[in-house]
């Protein structure tokens, strides 16, 4: 069913001096990742990111496999769901979104048409399977059972939980809960360089690799390998609009502002999409 990682290598890896650090490579053969990847039901714009977040490699990097329960958390536009919720379907696993609190009180209409919008993206049982939500919040923490999880990922969710106080070690602690011994917690996040002072760089949408990797450490996982499949060394990081003013988003003015057509995007286009931290953590038997 599953194989995952041994836990007693990713032990002796996580103690040796510095992180360690793996080759991602493409998976030797899984034909349902790769029907889901090359699936027709990805947008020409989803597919054109592939360059950047290499979906194949990086799945096979962070453990995939048939047959898990994928939790995504806050999937946003769904880039990833697209992927993973096919995968699920093909491979008798489960796909679940973890975003937005319906439970808390006082929730606004915005949440509640933002969770029927992405049930209604994602309603093709055909394709996706049945794809489930649960509340994933402060106040909720992660609506799922203990040990109920295989794999749960996080892409580019961190810079918004540090400008919250507390939010990551809640988060990572409910992961931990969550997960089931063996289970693998996958992290794509904007990196910002090495000793980066978060509170400065959390709001421009990076942070510093240290800070994911101690935050999961005292919540009890273990850091099982890092890529540097997604690094980008062109990216400085010293964007007038933070991350945002890269591709996809390519902000041309500040967030809130309408766009400016004279700003010269070349130089930014140019980088590309951000240099990002590639982590792989696994949840100790």
């Known amino acids: 069913m599953r194989s995952f990682i041994s836990i007693a290598a990713a032990l002796v890896l996580a103690a040796c001096a ?14 349902s990742l790769a029907l889901a990847i090359a699936g027709d039901w990805r947008s020409p714009g989803d597919r054109s990111r592939d360059q950047y977040r290499h979906p194949a490699v990086a799945l096979a990097f962070w453990g995939l496999e048939s047959e898990m329960t994928i939790v995504e958390i806050a999937p946003g536009g769904g880039w990833w769901t697209h992927i993973l ?9 489960r796909y679940v979104s973890a975003s937005g609190d319906l439970g808390a009180p006082n929730v606004s209409e915005a949440a509640r048409s933002g969770r029927a919008e992405f049930l209604s993206r994602f309603s093709d049982a055909g394709v996706y399977g049945h794809v489930e ?6 106040r909720a923490g992660l609506a799922l059972p203990d040990q109920s999880a295989d794999f749960i990922l996080v892409a580019r969710a961190f810079h918004n939980w540090a400008r919250t106080e507390g939010a990551t070690d809640r988060f990572m602690r409910e992961f931990a809960r969550v997960l089931r011994p063996g289970g693998v917690l996958a992290v794509e996040q904007h990196r910002a360089a090495p000793g980066a002072n978060v509170a400065d760089s959390a709001p421009t949408g990076y942070v510093p690799e240290a800070y994911v990797i101690d935050a999961a450490s005292r919540a009890g996982l273990v850091l099982a390998a890092r890529s540097e499949l997604n690094a980008n060394p062109q990216d400085t990081r010293d964007h007038p609009f933070g991350v945002w003013t890269l591709p996809p988003i390519a902000r041309t003015s500040p967030q809130g502002a309408p766009p400016d057509p004279s700003f010269d995007r070349s130089r930014y286009d140019a980088i590309g999409e951000s240099d990002r931290m590639t982590l792989r953590f696994v949840k100790p038997e």
């Open 18 to 31: 510095g992180a360690p650090e793996e080759r991602a490579e493409a998976p030797a053969s899984d034909a």
């Open 85 to 93: 919720a096919p995968y699920a379907r093909m491979t008798s696993g």
């Open 133 to 138: 939500v649960v509340d994933f919040s402060m």
